[in-house]
């Protein structure tokens, strides 16, 4: 029902709505049309010109599909269909997030030091991004303690990649905020770039698919992040072979 083409179209606006209704989502399929506006902080004609852009053709088909959508991905059993994942991989290139994965690229290739945030699983992923980078030649370190020393000063031109599936991680926020102050450029991924960390990045590259989570546990696939690792790397070092 959300594909990433279609998360890509939506406006700030009515990206701020999908994010109201994907965290509400049992309220939102029994609210009327104004209570919903209220709610987001939007007005009626934003929400019928999402529903369109969802293919439906008004909010009371709009809540019957999205409460299928729901009612299918609240099952005891996690999906394990990789259709997701590969559409994802289908549509990179030519896209908006291909255009921005160069932009990702330049940016790395012009600094000296790379800093990867993140926590939980995207702090394992941080450690193999820092490894990764370093192994084809540019320098790279990971933080992945949410309580590391925030009193530090940075020296040199580097850059700071926050990885968080959320974007509201309060410990990422913390350490982006103090690197911004000490004049890092600071860039980010993803899985929405209307969350805190996309906003106060230089610049972020958001993946949209689908979050999961057991219990209180998150375990969104993180192939899209992995993905962009490896390709930024592998870029870099073909750069480095033509000089």
Not at 10 to 20: F, I, K
Not at 65 to 80: A, L, P, Q
Not at 228 to 237: P, T, V, W
């Amino acid at each position: 029902m959300f594909s990433y083409e279609i998360i890509q179209s939506l406006n700030s606006l009515e990206l701020s709505l999908y994010e109201y209704i994907m965290t509400n989502s049992k309220k939102v399929i029994y609210m009327r049309i104004r209570e919903l506006a209220d709610e987001a902080h939007v007005s009626t004609t934003t929400i019928l010109r999402f529903c369109k852009k969802l293919n439906c053709e008004g909010f009371s088909e709009f809540k019957v599909k999205f409460k299928m959508y729901i009612e299918e991905n609240n099952t005891k059993k996690v999906s394990d269909d990789i259709s997701e994942t590969i559409n994802f991989l289908k549509n990179i290139e030519e896209s908006d997030l291909d255009k921005r994965l160069d932009k990702l690229c330049d940016l790395v290739r012009s600094t000296n030091t790379i800093v990867f945030i993140g926590i939980g699983s995207s702090g394992i992923l941080c450690k193999y991004a820092a490894r990764y980078f370093s192994a084809i030649g540019k320098f790279s370190f990971h933080i992945d303690d949410p309580f590391f020393p925030k009193n530090f000063k940075a020296y040199g031109e580097s850059l700071v990649i926050a990885l968080s599936v959320s974007g509201e991680t309060p410990t990422t926020i913390e350490n982006v905020m103090r690197f911004k102050e000490e004049g890092y450029s600071v860039a980010s991924i993803t899985n929405s770039e209307n969350c805190t960390i996309a906003k106060i990045s230089d610049l972020n590259v958001p993946y949209y698919v689908q979050p999961v989570k057991v219990n209180y546990s998150d375990i969104t696939t993180q192939l899209p992040v992995l993905y962009m690792i490896e390709r930024i790397g592998k870029k870099l070092y073909n750069q480095y072979i033509i000089e």
